[in-house]
Structure formats: structure tokens, C-alpha cells
């Protein structure tokens, strides 16, 4: 894969620049988080040992980290889903939703620990996605690290001014809702001027030329056929009728 791997912005996401699946090409990348997706339907039987297969390739991938604090992020909601399903149906359906959910938050870490928005736009053009479409995905995900640092930076200044709300307990917050509008209209205001520079940038620079050309270009390298071809064996293996 051909790509400037130029300076990234600071708002984007973490990326993994360690990791040998920041060398592949981001189409690769979707390959294998929607084979991984569908590893899921399988019984809990092939789930447990595609899980096993799974934490080696993390592994090999320096992947195990950035994807165990994504699940970490999740573990009120696995505990609750698995004693939820457990009282209610049994364990072995409570163990098969837990896996299911891990498996699919796994594969949210690792896209987006090894590839950043820009390369994202780029296989999705490549796919054949209107620059339109592709080009608004792209942005809506680089735009979530935006906002979450200007949400930040509102509720810094805010609270070094008093008129940050009191979040101690539930009531407070209820008793002082009218003050949210403080943190509400900078970050509505901020996010507007935001989106109008960028609408403003993007035709600029010819957003709906019907001559555009991408600048970067994607191509298949030899890690790249290798990952899809040891994919497509595992996933005929896992869906084989054993």
C-alpha cells in the first residue's frame, strides 16, 4: 500500500504505528473485521476456538492492548447482559452473547487502531462508494475526536468561571439542568462553525469536481493477500459442516 504517512492530526484516533496491520491496505482491514463479524452466527463451540485463534493474531498484530481497554470500557455492560441472560435462558446462551459482543468490539479495535480517516475515505473509494458518501464517513469519524476535545475544552473553561453545573449527584444535576445550556451552546456554536469551514474547505478544493483525483493511491502488497487467503481457509474451516 502507497500512502503518505505524513503527521496525523492529534484529534484523531490512537493509532497503533507498531502494529503490522498499519502496513496493510485498509481494504484488507475491512475484510477482515467483516469476516470477523460474521464468525459470530457460528455455534459457541467454533466461537471458542475462533476466539482462541483470535487472541493469537491480536498478538502477532500488537493489537492485544488498544482491544482489551475498548472491552474494558464494556464490562458493566457484559456483566450485566451475562446475568441478565443467564437467570433468564442459561449459561451457555449467556457465555455465546458475551463472546459475540467481545468479538465485535474487537473489531472496532482493530480498524480503527491501524488505520487512520483519510486511509478509510480511500477504500471506500476504492470499493466504488460515491466520493460524496465516502467522504462524509471519513469526516463524521475524524469529527468525534473533535468534539470530544472541544467538549473538553468547554467544560475546562466553564468550570474555571463556577458555572460548570454540580454533577455530584443525581438530584443536583436535575435541580441545575437549566445550567447545561452553558456547556450546550458553546459546543452547538463551536460545532456549526466547525462544519461551515470544513463545507467551505472541501469546495475549495473542487468537493464535487467531476475531474477530482485522489492524490494517494491503495495497492495490494503480498501481507495483504496473505491475510485474506488465511481468512477466507479459517472461515471455510469454522462454516464447515464438522
Same mark, same amino acid.
Request: net charge positive; glycine share 4%.
Given at each position: ?29 475491512? +475484510?477482515?473485521?467483516?469476516? $470477523? @463479524? /460474521?464468525?459470530?452466527?457460528?455455534? #459457541?463451540?467454533?466461537? %471458542? &476456538?475462533? =476466539? ?31 446475568? +441478565?441472560?443467564?437467570?433468564? $435462558? @442459561? /449459561?451457555?446462551?449467556?457465555?455465546? #452473547?458475551?463472546?459475540? %459482543? &467481545?468479538? =465485535? ?37 475524524? @469529527? /468525534? ?98
Amino acid at each position: 500500500m502507497r500512502i503518505n504517512r505524513g503527521g496525523r492530526s492529534s484529534h484523531q484516533l490512537t493509532l497503533v504505528e507498531d502494529s503490522p496491520l498499519r502496513k496493510a491496505d485498509p481494504r484488507t482491514k475491512l +475484510f477482515l473485521s467483516l469476516a $470477523i @463479524s /460474521l464468525v459470530v452466527m457460528t455455534s #459457541i463451540e467454533r466461537l %471458542l &476456538i475462533f =476466539l482462541g485463534v483470535y487472541l493469537l493474531f491480536l498478538i502477532w498484530a500488537r493489537l492485544l492492548a488498544p482491544t482489551a481497554q475498548h472491552i474494558w470500557r464494556l464490562k458493566w455492560l457484559l456483566i450485566f447482559l451475562f446475568a +441478565f441472560d443467564w437467570w433468564l $435462558i @442459561s /449459561l451457555d446462551h449467556a457465555v455465546l #452473547i458475551c463472546i459475540r %459482543l &467481545i468479538l =465485535l468490539t474487537g473489531v472496532f479495535a482493530l480498524f480503527f487502531s491501524t488505520t487512520n480517516t483519510r486511509e478509510l475515505g480511500l477504500a471506500l473509494e476504492k470499493l466504488h462508494v460515491p466520493y460524496r458518501y465516502a467522504f462524509s464517513l471519513s469526516l463524521a469519524f475524524q @469529527s /468525534l475526536g473533535l468534539l470530544d476535545d472541544e467538549w473538553r475544552a468547554i467544560r475546562e473553561a466553564q468550570s474555571s468561571r463556577g458555572a460548570l453545573p454540580d454533577s455530584s449527584s443525581f438530584w443536583k444535576l436535575v435541580t441545575n439542568v437549566g445550567d447545561l445550556i452553558s456547556l450546550t451552546v458553546p459546543a452547538i456554536v463551536l460545532t456549526t462553525k466547525r462544519a461551515w469551514a470544513i463545507t467551505e474547505a472541501s469546495y475549495a478544493r473542487g468537493f464535487d469536481s467531476p475531474h477530482r483525483v485522489s492524490y494517494h493511491t491503495l495497492e495490494f502488497s503480498r501481507l495483504d493477500f496473505l491475510l485474506m487467503t488465511v481468512t477466507i481457509t479459517l472461515l471455510t474451516l469454522l462454516f464447515w459442516r464438522w
